[in-house]
């Protein structure tokens, strides 16, 4: 158990946590509007699936290069802003005004004309995307050097990020709802100029409020010019084989892969039972129901699950935590056969409470209609006349304990694992590569799990262009939307269990550290 308290000095002050969030709101807004967008590739611009799917993997792969490459040039960086402001600076300004020229095609122009205008500003815009996270996540690890201070300033800027993941879901509420827009592609084109003006305002904070290590003396860092990118790219190659040579970062990598692999692989699993296997096949009948699934997920994660977990941190260790909430995170997946089973949310709304409870919220959005309906946004209202599927919103206090849990720990044992690195590779210190080298995992993770994720459908026989699934099929989907995430969680706290990294080792290498440098 910690019983050591926060020197004043290693404090991160409340307007850096809150910048260092509004970053990370920007940092999650960005890749979540685009997965929405991409959904309106096929039904608003009319592109061809199988160029789709091209337009959604090749970005990966060049995204995939280049963040090492930027961990390793903000690492090696010197100017008199620091090693990572002026890139978060340039790139989020960069990212947002890419975004927004990302979007605005035409469905008038042929289907080849608007693949190539999208791939080529995909690029553009990872480019800037990458200048802006690579060197936001490095600057996070280095705003702190104590051990408990890392979990709280992770756990606040992870809660703010998730603010995105609670609007993300209804963007494509917003843009198919003929109300606010009178065509799918005005929505998209729209839409994109506010996010990407959005993300450009939060972007910049970081850079302007937040402080990182004094690198000002720092020494042994690499020439960035044209004149040795030979030789820079044979040193990032080096950093790279130290990064993965660390054996409590490669331990904190797998249990990423596993975690977000399993989440991701079934992240679609719930709003097909919702539509297929809950309301019969009905997208009508479904509603918003998808929405509001993900957006209370969200807002759970944010207000309960991450400051718990940073409490358990604090007092039984980070690793500890991890495992903690792994098994939480089991258990909701396994109460999501209870609550997502029809015949017991039907039973649970004949009786008193589901009763009251509807009426309670009919009145709610009965009051807020007239206000929502200026504002067009009647979507936004909930239909209780067919019944509230309120079971299934119970395992989510559980079960997002799994994803909650996870960026807050994670990318605060990154940080320890830095100071560990600079004890035994000496200077400069590679917040930046370690970044990278762990949101290239997150990356691979996510697009091995789509691959996954299709795959398991294929073999259970789902197909989504049908309206009715066997009842054998949506009794395996079930099953795999609870056996997979809880496998990878399970195996994920199995790999932790032996991370050694502790609060005492920690605050040994820290001490090892100062005297190294000279520091008082």
Not at 14 to 28: D, P, T
Not at 30 to 42: D, Y
Not at 173 to 180: E, G, R
Not at 467 to 494: K, Y
Request: net charge neutral; proline share 4%; hydrophobic share 50%.
């Amino acid at each position: 158990m910690s019983t050591s308290p926060t020197k004043s000095k290693d404090r991160v002050p409340f307007i850096q946590k809150s910048a260092f969030g509004a970053g990370h709101l920007a940092l999650n807004l960005l890749p979540g509007a685009l997965g929405v967008f991409s959904f309106f590739l096929l039904t608003a611009f009319g592109m061809d699936p199988f160029l789709a799917g091209i337009l959604g993997g090749l970005p990966r792969v060049y995204d995939a290069i280049t963040d090492p490459i930027m961990g390793f040039i903000s690492d090696n960086t010197k100017s008199k802003w620091g090693r990572r402001r002026p890139y978060i600076f340039v790139g989020a300004i960069l990212s947002g005004i890419f975004y927004i020229f990302l979007w605005q095609m035409s469905p008038e122009n042929s289907q080849m004309y608007n693949f190539w205008y999208f791939l080529i500003f995909s690029l553009i815009f990872l480019t800037g995307n990458t200048i802006f996270a690579t060197p936001l996540v490095g600057l996070g690890y280095e705003m702190t050097t104590d051990y408990n201070e890392r979990t709280r300033l992770m756990g606040f800027a992870n809660t703010v990020g998730q603010i995105a993941w609670m609007i993300v879901p209804w963007f494509w509420v917003i843009i198919a709802n003929p109300k606010m827009y009178a065509t799918q592609v005005e929505g998209v084109n729209q839409l994109a100029i506010y996010v990407g003006i959005i993300c450009m305002v939060l972007g910049v904070l970081p850079a302007i409020f937040c402080k990182g290590i004094d690198a000002a003396h720092m020494e042994n860092r690499k020439i960035i010019s044209f004149k040795t990118i030979g030789s820079s790219f044979k040193d990032l190659f080096f950093s790279i084989k130290q990064v993965s040579q660390n054996k409590p970062f490669m331990k904190l990598c797998a249990a990423t892969f596993l975690v977000f692999n399993g989440f991701q692989i079934v992240a679609s699993f719930s709003v097909f039972i919702i539509v297929f296997y809950m309301y019969n096949g009905s997208y009508e009948g479904a509603g918003t129901w998808p929405a509001w699934f993900a957006t209370i997920s969200a807002i759970l994660t944010a207000f309960f699950v991450i400051p718990v977990v940073t409490r358990i941190s604090n007092a039984y260790g980070k690793k500890n935590a991890f495992v903690i909430a792994s098994v939480i995170s089991i258990t909701g997946y396994l109460l999501k056969w209870w609550g997502f089973d029809k015949d017991l949310n039907n039973s649970f709304n004949n009786t008193g409470i589901g009763q009251s409870m509807n009426q309670s919220l009919q009145s709610f959005f009965d009051f807020l209609s007239p206000a929502l309906e200026q504002l067009n946004m009647s979507w936004f209202v909930i239909d209780t006349s067919g019944g509230v599927p309120w079971l299934m919103f119970f395992p989510i206090p559980l079960l997002a304990f799994g994803l909650g849990s996870l960026f807050t720990l994670m990318m605060s044992m990154t940080a320890d694992v830095c100071d560990l690195d600079e004890l035994n590779n000496g200077m400069p210190r590679k917040e930046g590569t370690f970044g990278a080298i762990y949101w290239w995992m997150v990356k691979l993770g996510q697009g091995l799990a789509l691959v996954i994720g299709g795959f398991v459908l294929k073999v259970i026989g789902f197909d989504g262009g049908m309206t009715t699934q066997s009842a054998e099929t949506l009794v395996q989907l079930r099953l795999m939307d609870i056996f997979i995430p809880s496998l990878t969680a399970g195996i994920a706290a199995w790999v932790m269990w032996s991370y050694d990294l502790s609060e005492d080792r920690a605050k040994e290498i820290k001490v090892e550290l100062v005297k190294r440098r000279g520091e008082l």
